[in-house]
């Protein structure tokens, strides 16, 4: 098993930045890729970022140039830095664990409980 749990979502204006974070526990050993999504109000959930184990970057148009996923794994923590936020980056923010295949590791993606990230005008 696999616990993750996202933290620093707040209040900012456009222009600003944050950064999120999401500490991975338990089998950690079982993620591969760790991936960030949102989801606004009243649309569907979006594929933010992606950092696989090997390096293999992936970043979602709307914020490619703005956003930086990186990931620690002497604390299994995974960072999303966010700059130059606009109103339409409002969103909960999701962390993501995609499953290494090894027998020992189920083959089941994990998610974290959400922070939300609110930017103003």
């Known amino acids: 098993q696999v616990q993750l749990v996202e933290s620093g979502g707040g209040l900012v204006q456009a222009g600003g930045s944050l950064r999120l974070s999401c500490v ?8 591969s890729a760790m991936d960030w999504y949102r989801q606004a109000p009243g649309k569907e959930r979006e594929l933010v970022a992606v950092l696989g184990n090997g ?19 002497s604390t299994h923590t995974t960072y999303l830095q966010m700059n130059t936020l606009k109103p339409e980056d409002t969103a909960v923010y999701y962390c993501n664990a995609e499953p290494a295949i090894a027998t020992t590791c189920p083959q089941v993606e994990y998610w974290g409980q959400g922070t939300l990230v609110t930017v103003s005008e």
């Open 24 to 31: 991975a526990s338990g089998d950690t050993h079982c993620v």
């Open 55 to 73: 390096g293999r970057l992936y970043y979602g148009d709307s914020v490619k140039g703005r956003f930086t996923i990186t990931r620690d794994f």
